[in-house]
C-alpha cells in the first residue's frame, strides 16, 4: 500500500539533542536509546470515516518524534497499519451501502491527503491488515504451538482466542488492575462473554467465517485476523523485536497495545516488545472527546475545504502538549491563525535579532517530551523582538524558517 509524498525536511546546522519520551508503562520521562536506525511502530487508522482532528493530534505527535530523531542523526524506519478489515469497517460499508472494500480505499486515500497537507512524514512501510493475512497466520499458528492461544469449543464459530495469562509481564505496559482491565475491554472491541473462553480477558486472534464476512483460508480454517494480531505480525514482520518507539493515542493503551505487546512477547521470549510505549491524549470539542460514535468531529477535510491553512491546523494542536487531554475551539483555530501570520511576517525580514538561542531552546524543549508549548513560546519571543526591536542579523529569519519547518513541521 501507498502512502503519500514525502515533505522536504530542512537540515540544520549542528546536531539535535538526544530524545526523552514519556513511557507508559513506566510512568517517567527517559531516554530513548535508539540507535543507528530508529524503529517506530504508530497504530493506523480503520477507515470507515475522515480523519478527524484527534487522528491528526495523534499522527502529529509522532511526526515529531521522527523530525527529532532526523535532527539527531538518526535515520528512522516508520512502520504504520490500516486496519482495513474489521467491524466498524463493514458496519458502516452496510450502513451506506457501500463495498466494505471500496469505503475503505476511500477514506484511506482521504487520510493521506489530510496527512500530506498537514506535512506529516509518511512511514517507511504503510501496511493495510488485507495485506498481512500471512504473517497473521504465521503468528497465530506459533502461539497455537506454544499454547499462548487456543480454539474454543464451538463446532459452528471455532474462533482462536490469545491466553490473557500466556506471558507472566501481562499488564505491565497499562498498569491497570483486573477490572479496570474487563470495563475497557468490553468497551473497546472485546468480549469478555463469548462462551467457551478460558478467561473473560482472552482476546480475539483469529474470528471463524461468518456468513456475509469476507474470509481467509488458514490452517486452523477460514476466518479474519483479531485486531489486536494484526499490528503484532505487522510490526514483527517489517521491524522485527527491539522497536524503540510503540505509538498510538491513549486510548489505544488497553486492550490494544497491551494485547498486541503481548501477542508479540509470547512468540519472542522477550520482556517488552518495545523500549517506550507513548501515547497521544485526547482532543476534545463540545465538552466530550471527539468520536466517531458520538458525532462530535472536527474533520481535517472539512477545515481545508473551508479554505483553513494546514499550518495554522498544526499550530492549533501543537499549542497543548501532546500527552495532555484537550478541546479545539474556534478560539484554539484564531489563536493559531495569528501566531502563523505573526511568524511568517518575522521570518520575512531582511534581518532579525540572532537565532542560535532560540532554535537551540526549541531543539532541546521538543527532546524533552516533545514540549511543544514551550517550544512554540520560545518562538513566540523571538517574532516579537524581531518587529518589534529589528535586528542586524542577516541570516536569522531564514535559519528560524527552516527551524519551524524541519522541527515542527509547519511552512512559514
Same mark, same amino acid.
Given at each position: 500500500?501507498?502512502?503519500?509524498?514525502?515533505?522536504?525536511?530542512?537540515?540544520?546546522?549542528?546536531?539535535? @539533542?538526544?530524545?526523552?519520551?514519556?513511557?507508559?508503562?513506566?510512568?517517567?520521562?527517559?531516554?530513548?536509546?535508539?540507535?543507528?536506525?530508529? *524503529?517506530?511502530?504508530?497504530?493506523?487508522? *480503520?477507515?470507515?470515516?475522515?480523519?478527524?482532528?484527534?487522528?491528526?493530534? *495523534?499522527?502529529? @505527535?509522532?511526526?515529531?518524534?521522527?523530525?527529532?530523531?532526523?535532527?539527531?542523526?538518526?535515520?528512522?524506519?516508520?512502520?504504520?497499519?490500516?486496519?482495513?478489515?474489521?467491524? #466498524?469497517?463493514?458496519?458502516?460499508?452496510?450502513?451506506?451501502?457501500?463495498?466494505?472494500?471500496?469505503?475503505?480505499?476511500?477514506?484511506?486515500?482521504?487520510?493521506?491527503?489530510?496527512?500530506?497537507?498537514?506535512?506529516?512524514?509518511? #512511514?517507511?512501510?504503510?501496511?493495510?491488515?488485507?495485506?498481512?493475512?500471512?504473517?497473521?497466520?504465521?503468528?497465530?499458528?506459533?502461539?497455537?504451538?506454544?499454547?499462548?492461544?487456543?480454539?474454543?469449543?464451538?463446532?459452528?464459530?471455532?474462533?482462536?482466542?490469545?491466553?490473557?495469562?500466556?506471558?507472566?509481564?501481562?499488564?505491565?505496559?497499562?498498569?491497570?488492575?483486573?477490572?479496570?482491565?474487563?470495563?475497557?475491554?468490553?468497551?473497546?472491541?472485546?468480549?469478555?462473554?463469548?462462551?467457551?473462553?478460558?478467561?473473560?480477558?482472552?482476546?480475539?486472534?483469529?474470528?471463524?467465517?461468518?456468513?456475509?464476512? #469476507?474470509?481467509? #483460508?488458514?490452517?486452523?480454517?477460514?476466518?479474519?485476523?483479531?485486531?489486536?494480531?494484526?499490528?503484532?505480525?505487522?510490526?514483527?514482520?517489517?521491524?522485527?523485536?527491539?522497536?524503540?518507539?510503540?505509538?498510538?493515542?491513549?486510548?489505544?493503551?488497553?486492550?490494544?497495545?497491551?494485547?498486541?505487546?503481548?501477542?508479540?512477547?509470547?512468540?519472542?521470549?522477550?520482556?517488552?516488545?518495545?523500549?517506550?510505549?507513548?501515547?497521544?491524549?485526547?482532543?476534545?470539542?463540545?465538552?466530550?472527546?471527539?468520536?466517531?460514535?458520538?458525532?462530535?468531529?472536527?474533520?481535517?477535510?472539512?477545515?481545508?475545504?473551508?479554505?483553513?491553512?494546514?499550518?495554522?491546523?498544526?499550530?492549533?494542536?501543537?499549542?497543548?502538549?501532546?500527552?495532555?487531554?484537550?478541546?479545539?475551539?474556534?478560539?484554539?483555530?484564531?489563536?493559531?491563525?495569528?501566531?502563523?501570520?505573526?511568524?511568517?511576517?518575522?521570518?520575512?525580514?531582511?534581518?532579525?535579532?540572532?537565532?542560535?538561542?532560540?532554535?537551540?531552546?526549541?531543539?532541546?524543549?521538543?527532546?524533552?517530551?516533545?514540549?511543544?508549548?514551550?517550544?512554540?513560546?520560545?518562538?513566540?519571543?523571538?517574532?516579537?523582538?524581531?518587529?518589534?526591536?529589528?535586528?542586524?542579523?542577516?541570516?536569522?529569519?531564514?535559519?528560524?524558517?527552516?527551524?519551524?519547518?524541519?522541527?515542527?513541521?509547519?511552512?512559514?
Amino acid at each position: 500500500m501507498q502512502s503519500w509524498p514525502a515533505p522536504t525536511v530542512p537540515q540544520l546546522t549542528g546536531v539535535g @539533542t538526544p530524545l526523552r519520551l514519556f513511557d507508559s508503562a513506566d510512568q517517567q520521562v527517559r531516554p530513548v536509546a535508539a540507535g543507528e536506525t530508529a *524503529t517506530m511502530y504508530v497504530c493506523g487508522i *480503520t477507515p470507515y470515516d475522515a480523519t478527524h482532528l484527534g487522528h491528526a493530534a *495523534t499522527y502529529l @505527535t509522532f511526526d515529531l518524534v521522527y523530525r527529532a530523531w532526523l535532527d539527531a542523526g538518526h535515520q528512522v524506519h516508520y512502520v504504520q497499519n490500516v486496519t482495513d478489515v474489521d467491524d #466498524p469497517l463493514f458496519e458502516r460499508a452496510a450502513r451506506d451501502g457501500i463495498d466494505w472494500r471500496d469505503l475503505g480505499a476511500r477514506e484511506t486515500q482521504l487520510f493521506r491527503e489530510d496527512m500530506a497537507a498537514l506535512r506529516v512524514l509518511p #512511514p517507511h512501510d504503510y501496511v493495510a491488515a488485507t495485506d498481512a493475512i500471512a504473517e497473521v497466520i504465521e503468528l497465530v499458528e506459533k502461539m497455537l504451538a506454544s499454547g499462548a492461544a487456543y480454539v474454543v469449543e464451538d463446532a459452528e464459530y471455532p474462533d482462536v482466542y490469545y491466553r490473557a495469562d500466556a506471558t507472566v509481564q501481562f499488564g505491565y505496559e497499562s498498569g491497570y488492575d483486573r477490572e479496570t482491565m474487563l470495563r475497557l475491554f468490553a468497551e473497546r472491541g472485546g468480549d469478555p462473554d463469548r462462551a467457551g473462553k478460558g478467561d473473560a480477558l482472552d482476546a480475539l486472534l483469529w474470528r471463524a467465517e461468518r456468513p456475509g464476512e #469476507p474470509s481467509w #483460508p488458514s490452517p486452523f480454517g477460514p476466518g479474519r485476523p483479531g485486531w489486536h494480531v494484526e499490528c503484532a505480525a505487522i510490526a514483527l514482520d517489517r521491524i522485527g523485536t527491539g522497536l524503540d518507539v510503540q505509538g498510538g493515542g491513549s486510548d489505544l493503551i488497553f486492550p490494544h497495545h497491551e494485547f498486541s505487546a503481548a501477542h508479540a512477547e509470547s512468540v519472542t521470549g522477550e520482556r517488552r516488545f518495545a523500549r517506550h510505549y507513548v501515547h497521544a491524549g485526547m482532543i476534545g470539542w463540545d465538552g466530550h472527546k471527539m468520536s466517531k460514535s458520538r458525532g462530535n468531529l472536527v474533520l481535517v477535510s472539512k477545515l481545508r475545504a473551508e479554505g483553513v491553512d494546514p499550518a495554522a491546523i498544526r499550530l492549533g494542536l501543537l499549542a497543548g502538549h501532546y500527552r495532555s487531554d484537550r478541546y479545539w475551539s474556534d478560539a484554539v483555530l484564531a489563536e493559531a491563525q495569528d501566531r502563523l501570520a505573526r511568524w511568517r511576517a518575522a521570518t520575512a525580514l531582511p534581518a532579525g535579532p540572532d537565532a542560535a538561542d532560540v532554535v537551540a531552546r526549541v531543539r532541546q524543549y521538543l527532546a524533552d517530551d516533545l514540549d511543544t508549548p514551550k517550544a512554540l513560546a520560545a518562538l513566540d519571543g523571538w517574532v516579537a523582538d524581531a518587529q518589534q526591536y529589528g535586528g542586524d542579523d542577516l541570516e536569522a529569519p531564514g535559519r528560524v524558517k527552516a527551524a519551524v519547518d524541519a522541527l515542527l513541521g509547519v511552512a512559514l
